[in-house]
């Protein structure tokens, strides 16, 4: 005799990884706002189940803290936590179908606006823990690889196209599109200097063309 309720654990299954991820995701994005806001040591778990809406059990679920803030760095500057192929994403997408390398300048001011802007409070997070923790420097030191490494694939992909300065050392672009695209520069120009967003995203369209493209 076939049990009936054999066709009903797939779905049942199905449905409790769906309420798991979304759990996952209101636990870090409650990382982003709080470690963002007011920073990693005056986060608690209790302040971070609160903001989620969950229980405290279950926000020790997903951590410690130190793991919490490194998802969190991942989802605000790149909307999913883990390591990223950047060609995979909707902005590498977009670099491949450019048509020239003004549009691509014009298309690296908008990208580096919409990551940077809600990522600023929790990278400054970041390096501000990092001084006083080993893993946490880790991590950032790890994340800076990271970023620069897809920076690397990118601009090789720009040379295929032939809109590469050839004068200056690769090496030397990659390292100058990092500072010009990086959050600390978007929280000087942004937080700091308190100039327009529209005024950061002109600025680094602009010296991206004048600086790394042909």
């Not at 996952?24 to 409650?30: G, I, K, T």
């Not at 990278?123 to 994340?143: F, K, P």
């Amino acid at each position: 005799m076939v049990d009936a309720r054999d066709g009903s654990r797939p779905y049942r299954s199905a449905l409790r990884e769906r309420q798991a991820a979304e759990t996952r995701l209101r636990v870090v994005e409650a990382a982003v706002t709080l470690f963002g806001r007011q920073g990693y040591g005056a986060t608690t778990f209790a302040q971070l189940a609160e903001e989620a809406g969950v229980s405290v059990k279950t926000v020790q679920e997903h951590g410690p803290k130190s793991a919490l803030l490194q998802a969190a760095v991942e989802l605000a500057s790149f909307g999913v936590e883990g390591e990223t192929d950047i060609f995979a994403t909707d902005i590498g997408q977009a670099v491949l179908q450019v048509r020239d390398a003004d549009e691509l300048a014009a298309l690296v001011g908008e990208a580096m606006l919409a990551i940077n802007a809600p990522s600023t409070g929790i990278w400054t997070t970041v390096v501000g823990a990092a001084h006083g923790d080993e893993e946490l420097s880790g991590y950032h030191a790890r994340m800076l690889e990271l970023i620069r490494a897809q920076v690397a694939r990118v601009l090789h992909h720009v040379a295929d196209r032939g809109w590469l300065r050839l004068d200056v050392p690769f090496d030397d672009l990659v390292e100058a599109f990092c500072i010009i695209t990086c959050v600390e520069t978007y929280t000087r120009f942004v937080v700091l200097d308190r100039k327009a967003v529209d005024d950061y995203k002109a600025f680094v369209s602009r010296t991206v063309r004048e600086t790394i493209l042909a």
